[in-house]
Protein backbone atom coordinates (compact mmCIF):
# COMPACT_ATOMS: atom_id res chain seq x y z
CA UNK A 1 0.00 0.00 0.00
CA UNK A 2 1.22 3.36 -1.06
CA UNK A 3 1.47 5.56 2.14
CA UNK A 4 1.68 8.53 -0.36
CA UNK A 5 -1.44 8.63 -1.99
CA UNK A 6 -3.76 10.35 0.31
CA UNK A 7 -1.07 13.18 0.38
CA UNK A 8 -0.66 13.39 -3.12
CA UNK A 9 -4.86 13.20 -3.31
CA UNK A 10 -5.40 16.14 -0.67
CA UNK A 11 -1.91 18.05 -1.54
CA UNK A 12 1.30 18.75 1.29
CA UNK A 13 -0.30 19.29 5.08
CA UNK A 14 0.78 23.34 4.48
CA UNK A 15 -1.32 24.04 1.23
CA UNK A 16 -3.06 26.50 2.12
CA UNK A 17 -6.31 25.73 -0.55
CA UNK A 18 -6.09 22.53 1.01
CA UNK A 19 -6.38 23.96 4.86
CA UNK A 20 -9.01 26.87 3.85
CA UNK A 21 -11.11 23.82 2.03
CA UNK A 22 -10.50 22.03 5.71
CA UNK A 23 -11.60 24.80 7.65
CA UNK A 24 -14.85 25.58 5.52
CA UNK A 25 -15.82 22.21 6.24
CA UNK A 26 -15.12 22.64 9.96
CA UNK A 27 -17.42 25.31 9.43
CA UNK A 28 -20.05 23.11 8.29
CA UNK A 29 -19.74 20.58 10.91
CA UNK A 30 -19.70 23.06 13.87
CA UNK A 31 -23.32 24.18 11.86
CA UNK A 32 -24.44 20.57 11.77
CA UNK A 33 -23.00 20.19 15.55
CA UNK A 34 -25.33 23.13 15.95
CA UNK A 35 -28.55 21.71 14.45
CA UNK A 36 -28.11 18.42 16.65
CA UNK A 37 -27.88 20.97 19.82
CA UNK A 38 -31.33 22.41 18.95
CA UNK A 39 -33.19 18.60 18.37
CA UNK A 40 -31.84 16.88 21.27
CA UNK A 41 -32.89 17.59 24.62
CA UNK A 42 -30.96 15.38 27.00
CA UNK A 43 -28.97 17.22 29.02
CA UNK A 44 -25.62 15.19 28.34
CA UNK A 45 -25.90 14.89 24.99
CA UNK A 46 -26.22 18.20 24.84
CA UNK A 47 -23.20 19.17 27.29
CA UNK A 48 -20.98 16.70 24.76
CA UNK A 49 -22.48 18.67 21.57
CA UNK A 50 -21.39 22.31 23.31
CA UNK A 51 -18.58 21.07 24.47
CA UNK A 52 -17.36 20.24 20.61
CA UNK A 53 -18.85 23.03 19.14
CA UNK A 54 -16.80 25.58 21.71
CA UNK A 55 -14.14 23.55 20.35
CA UNK A 56 -14.62 23.74 16.81
CA UNK A 57 -14.68 27.51 17.08
CA UNK A 58 -11.92 28.10 19.13
CA UNK A 59 -10.12 26.14 16.13
CA UNK A 60 -11.81 28.28 13.56
CA UNK A 61 -10.41 31.70 15.10
CA UNK A 62 -7.17 30.34 14.81
CA UNK A 63 -7.66 29.93 11.06
CA UNK A 64 -6.07 32.51 8.41
CA UNK A 65 -8.28 31.53 5.64
CA UNK A 66 -10.92 33.74 7.14
CA UNK A 67 -11.07 37.32 7.40
CA UNK A 68 -10.16 39.17 10.71
CA UNK A 69 -14.19 40.26 11.67
CA UNK A 70 -14.73 36.41 10.79
CA UNK A 71 -11.91 35.40 13.15
CA UNK A 72 -13.37 37.73 16.10
CA UNK A 73 -16.90 36.04 15.38
CA UNK A 74 -15.50 33.02 16.10
CA UNK A 75 -13.57 33.36 19.38
CA UNK A 76 -16.70 35.57 21.01
CA UNK A 77 -18.64 32.32 19.71
CA UNK A 78 -16.15 29.73 21.03
CA UNK A 79 -16.60 31.22 24.60
CA UNK A 80 -20.45 31.56 24.37
CA UNK A 81 -20.48 27.56 23.84
CA UNK A 82 -17.79 27.35 26.43
CA UNK A 83 -20.42 28.93 28.78
CA UNK A 84 -23.08 26.60 27.70
CA UNK A 85 -20.84 23.53 28.19
CA UNK A 86 -19.64 24.92 31.38
CA UNK A 87 -23.18 25.62 32.57
CA UNK A 88 -24.64 21.86 31.28
CA UNK A 89 -21.59 20.09 32.53
CA UNK A 90 -22.04 17.12 35.40
CA UNK A 91 -19.98 19.14 37.74
CA UNK A 92 -21.27 22.33 37.39
CA UNK A 93 -23.19 23.38 40.78
CA UNK A 94 -26.94 23.02 39.90
CA UNK A 95 -29.55 26.09 40.32
CA UNK A 96 -32.39 25.38 42.84
CA UNK A 97 -35.94 26.21 40.91
CA UNK A 98 -38.23 27.43 42.29
CA UNK A 99 -39.86 25.12 44.47
CA UNK A 100 -36.76 23.78 45.81
CA UNK A 101 -36.12 27.67 46.73
CA UNK A 102 -40.17 28.07 48.24
CA UNK A 103 -39.65 24.58 49.98
CA UNK A 104 -36.19 25.13 51.74
Known amino acids: MDDKAPAAAH???DDPAALSRASHALWLATLSLM??????AAPAHRYLL????ARNF???C???????NTR????????RWRRKADALS???PRRRGLL???LH
Open 100 to 102: ERL
Open 62 to 68: EQECFDG
Open 11 to 13: GPP
Open 72 to 79: ARFSRLAA
Open 90 to 92: PTA
Open 58 to 60: STL
Open 35 to 40: TAYMHN
Open 50 to 53: AWRI
